[in-house]
């Protein structure tokens, strides 16, 4: 019983195909990285999978809710760091943080408990009481992680993780992403960074063209004799687009 279940997933919107058949499982416990080049259907499988967007066919299940006809109930179990997400301009990361809280159903103390210790983790403690609009980008995204894991969910989707993030904070964000994973959650990652994915999941997909093309299991020692994860990626990658991309021969000459 995965905690994420996408199973002949299908969304089109008009004549382009953005997720055509994807298929995969994650379980609690793991931290999976979703790689794929730009165009790839990662944000639309994503969009899906938080009730963001409706599937054409095939079925996606999150925590046993589905995401398409329970789409509130889905978002109340996960926490969700969209793509280029950024908290409201008009807000103080506190303000906004109590505002997530509410719509959480957290107590205010527990809100209070959760922002000190994740402006403490992140270094965001001096910025609490200043406007988004005068934070910097990388400032804005430490508040989007807090607000993604405030209400300690059991499944977390996360777009970028360690985009705008300094070098210090990308590692303690590295290392917390782990150990929440290890607390039997599932942590699903969509990132562009192949190297970070090889350092921190325990599992990565490869999408190309809408579908799933190929797993990788990177648990201590599973990948040992085999190639990179970028040499997979690539392989891959390049196999579906030497597949999909037109010859001489395909145009009849
Ligand atoms: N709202 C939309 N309307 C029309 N086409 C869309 C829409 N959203 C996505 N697409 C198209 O669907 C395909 C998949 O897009 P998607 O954003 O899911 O890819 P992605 O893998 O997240 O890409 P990236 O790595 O660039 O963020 C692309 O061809 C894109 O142009």
Known sequence: MGAIRVDGLQKSYG??????????????????????PNGAGKTTTIRTLTGQVRPDAGTVR????DPATEPLETRRKVGILPEQG??????????????VGEVRDLSADRVADQ????????????????????????????????QAFIHEPDVVFIDEPLANL???????????????????????????????????????????????????????????????LLELFLERVEAEETRDTPTLEHLGS
């Not at 999150?62 to 809710?65: C, I, N, P």
């Not at 950024?86 to 505002?99: A, G, K, Q, V, W």
Request: hydrophobic share 40%.
């Open 166 to 228: 300094d070098p210090l904070v990308q590692e303690q964000v590295k290392r917390f992403l782990v150990s929440y994973a290890a607390g039997d959650n599932a942590v699903f990652v969509s990132t562009h960074n192949i190297d970070v994915a090889e350092e921190i999941c325990t599992r990565v997909g490869i999408v190309a063209d809408g579908q799933l093309v190929t797993e990788r299991s990177l648990d201590d020692g599973a990948d040992e004799g085999e190639g990179s």
């Open 15 to 36: 004549s382009v195909e953005a997720v055509a058949g994807m298929e995969f499982t994650v379980e609690r416990g793991e931290l999976y990285g979703f790689l794929g």
């Open 62 to 65: 999150v925590l046993e809710t």
């Open 86 to 99: 950024s908290p409201p301009s008009f807000l103080t990361p506190r303000e906004y943080l109590e505002f």
């Open 115 to 146: 922002t000190a210790a994740w402006a403490e983790r992140l270094g965001f403690e001096s910025k609490l009481e200043t406007l988004h609009t005068d934070l910097s980008r990388g400032q804005q995204q430490k508040v989007m992680i807090t």
